[in-house]
């Protein structure tokens, strides 16, 4: 079992920033490949952006390029979502996710990660 838990969500005004923290426990951190997914009311949980188990491939969805960056901490089975340039649409629940799988790939289905945590709510105002 791994146990994930997310911090770091709040309210921020638009062109704001927030830092989404999820800690890991349980399992070995460096086995895992993760992500972060978000949710807002009424529609599907969509990825935002994945990272390899080393961290040397990352993918980020398209509405995020160029504004949220992913990063892991290994030693510290930690993975941090940083998000600049916040938009009213970046809304929703963030749930960070763990996948078990190979070294150099990253999972970009939601229904292969094995983990989730309960989610941090993210809420940006214009």
């Known amino acids: 079992q791994v146990q994930l838990v997310e911090s770091g969500g709040g309210s921020a005004q638009a062109g704001g920033s927030l830092r989404l923290s999820c800690s890991a426990s349980g399992r070995t951190f460096s086995n895992f490949a993760m992500g972060w997914f978000r949710q807002a009311p009424g529609k599907e949980r969509d990825l935002v952006a994945a990272i390899s188990r080393n961290g040397d491939i990352t993918y980020y969805a398209d509405s995020v390029k160029g504004r949220f960056s992913i990063s892991r901490d290994n030693a510290e089975n930690t993975v941090y979502l940083e998000m600049n340039s916040l938009r009213p649409e970046d809304t929703a629940v963030y749930y960070c996710?763990?996948?078990?799988?190979?070294?150099?790939?990253?999972?970009?289905?939601?229904?292969?990660?094995?983990?989730w945590g309960q989610g941090t709510q993210v809420t940006v105002s214009s």
């Open positions: 996710a763990a996948d078990r799988t190979w070294v150099g790939r990253v999972e970009l289905k939601a229904d292969e990660y094995n983990y």
